[in-house]
């Protein structure tokens, strides 16, 4: 049973096996992205939290996952060179997962198990959509750990601990706040 994220192997963009053991010692957000979705635009916001603290010990971990509107279409490869070219991205991409479901990721299910979810920011002009759409869909869904859509972001410590869960709607100040406080 995994303590913490360095216990887990992911693949990068490549398909290569990287331990997160690598990151021992970092303060680390990993987050499941898109790069079709409303919040695709986050991808800046995320760039300018790496360009400001990486050099204090923050990693961001890109997780590109199609499970939400099919809204991450296209090879590895070419999200990375969408990330790049559009948003300048230099935080490692990893090869594109599940979240949910028979075939999500074990780390997303350790993830989740850790942090669950807290609902939407309804002042976020997407959280109210965002809620409305899952409640049709399954009217007990705030009560579930899923993820529940793109640019979901797991706050962890430097002993490799998940702090806090952010929903897409959540103000990148509030997380940058949070970094701040573990770097």
């Not at 790049?84 to 991205?89: C, D, H, K, M």
């Not at 990893?94 to 850790?114: A, H, M, Q, Y």
């Not at 049709?136 to 750990?145: G, H, L, T």
């Not at 702090?163 to 701040?180: G, H, L, S, W």
Request: hydrophobic share 35%; with cysteine.
């Amino acid at each position: 049973m995994a303590q913490n994220v360095y216990d887990f192997t992911v693949k990068d963009r490549r398909g290569n096996d990287v331990s997160l053991n690598e990151y021992k010692g970092k303060v680390l957000l990993i987050v499941n992205t898109a790069t079709r979705c409303g919040f695709t635009p986050q991808y800046e916001e995320l760039e300018a939290l790496y360009k400001n603290y990486r050099e204090q010990g923050l990693e961001i971990l890109d997780f590109p996952c199609n499970q939400f509107g099919e809204q991450a279409p296209g090879t590895e490869e070419e999200i990375h060179e969408f990330c790049t070219l559009n948003f300048g991205t230099e935080f490692p991409q990893f090869k594109k997962i599940e979240v949910n479901g028979d075939n999500e990721s074990p780390l997303f299910t350790f993830l989740k198990s850790k942090c669950g979810f807290k609902g939407f920011d309804k002042d976020h002009k997407i959280g109210a959509l965002l809620d409305e759409m899952l409640s049709k869909a399954d009217p007990d869904y705030a009560s579930k750990p899923d993820i529940k859509w793109n640019f979901t972001k797991f706050l962890i410590d430097r002993k490799g601990n998940v702090v806090e869960r952010y929903e897409p709607t959540t103000a990148i100040q509030v997380i940058e706040d949070a970094i701040k406080q573990l770097l």
